[in-house]
Nanobody
Framework: VQLQASGGGLVQAGESLRLSCAAS????????MGWFRQAPGKEREFVTS????????RYVDSVKGRFTISRDNAKNTVYLQMNSLKSDDTAVYYC?????????????????WGQGTLVTVSS
């Protein structure tokens, strides 16, 4: 499956952004989807994931209550709504697809990756 992330940009602290990740090539609903991020000089970290049907989600503690992951299997797209953004959220955000591990925060469990979209939050 090919993944194309979009929606990044420059925002002020406290503002919102919505990222999208469009999938193509294979049946989107077969994949567990996740969002990761990588800040300059840091390792890639798990942000959130969503099950195939959308009924199960998981978030890293630092974004709970601010970020929401969702998916539209009819549109082959997963979204990340980011509210109350902080400067610490500045990173390149990647969407990823896993074939069989629900709720994993480990990069090795995601076989397919998008190219990343940059989110910059100014304080």
């Amino acid at each position: 499956v090919q993944l194309q992330a979009s929606g990044g940009g420059l925002v002020q602290a406290g503002e919102s952004l919505r990222l999208s990740c469009a999938a193509s090539g294979r049946t989107f609903s077969n994949y567990i989807m996740g969002w990761f991020r990588q800040a300059p000089g840091k390792e890639r970290e798990f942000v959130t994931s969503i099950s195939r049907s959308g009924g199960y989600t998981r978030y890293v503690d630092s974004v709970k209550g601010r970020f929401t992951i969702s998916r539209d299997n009819a549109k082959n797209t997963v979204y990340l709504q980011m509210n109350s953004l902080k400067s610490d959220d500045t990173a390149v955000y990647y969407c990823a697809a896993s074939e069989n591990v629900i709720g994993s925060s480990d990069v090795v469990d995601y076989k397919y990756w998008g190219q990343g979209t940059l989110v910059t939050v100014s304080s």
